[in-house]
Each structure stands twice: as C-alpha cells, then as structure tokens.
Nanobody
Framework: QVQVVESGGGSVQAGGSLRLSCAAS????????MGWFRQAPGKEREFVAA????????YYADSVKGRFAVSRDYAKNTVFLEMNSLKPEDTADYYC?????????????????WGHGTHVTVSS
C-alpha cells in the first residue's frame, strides 16, 4: 500500500510559478508510477503528469507540456510538480496518486492510491 500527501498549493497570478510536492510512503515505491491529476469545478479529474519511481520516465498532458515538469527525489520519497507560465485555466484541485508500474501512467482509472489534494488558483 502507498500513502501520498500533497502540499504546495496556493494563489498566483497568470504567468507565475508554483511547485507542488507529494510525499509518498509505503513499501516498494520503486514499483510504482506517481501521477498528478487535477480537477476544476464542474469538470472531470484529468491527467497532468506522471513519473516512474525507478526509471524516472515522464509523461505529460498536451495542455501542460513545456510549462510543467515532474521530478522525484528518490532519497526523500517525494515527487514534485513544477508549474511555470501558469494560466487561469490551470486553476484546480491537484491530486497526487500512485499506480503499479505495469499500469497505464495516464489513465485516472488505473491509479489506486490518492491524496486529498491541494488547491491552485491562478488569477488573470
């Protein structure tokens, strides 16, 4: 089992930056992919980015490519989402999640373990 806790949300103006953190715990984290998802009011939860613990392979939604970067600190069991050039449409609750490495990295349905989320507001 994997436990994840997000932090780092807040309010920022358009064009600004934020860094979200996801502290993970549990055995054999190296067997998992860590994903970031977001959910805006009235919308479905959508994939943002993901990274595999062991290989460091990364995956991004088209809407954030070139602006967001996902990384991990293997020693601290922490995954980061660096968000740059933020837009008002990035406003959402952001969730960290974990799925076994053989599952889809981009499908919300494949993720078994979820955090409670952290809110990001981007004002114009």
């Amino acid at each position: 089992q994997v436990q994840v806790v997000e932090s780092g949300g807040g309010s920022v103006q358009a064009g600004g930056s934020l860094r979200l953190s996801c502290a993970a715990s549990g055995r054999t984290l190296s067997s998992y992919i860590m994903g970031w998802f977001r959910q805006a009011p009235g919308k479905e939860r959508e994939f943002v980015a993901a990274i595999s613990w062991r290989e460091g392979s990364t995956y991004y939604a088209d809407s954030v490519k070139g602006r967001f970067a996902v990384s991990r600190d293997y020693a601290k069991n922490t995954v980061f989402l660096e968000m740059n050039s933020l837009k008002p449409e990035d406003t959402a609750d952001y969730y960290c999640a974990a799925t076994y490495k053989d599952n889809s990295a981009t499908s919300r349905l494949s993720y078994n373990y979820w955090g409670h989320g952290t809110h990001v507001t981007v004002s114009s």
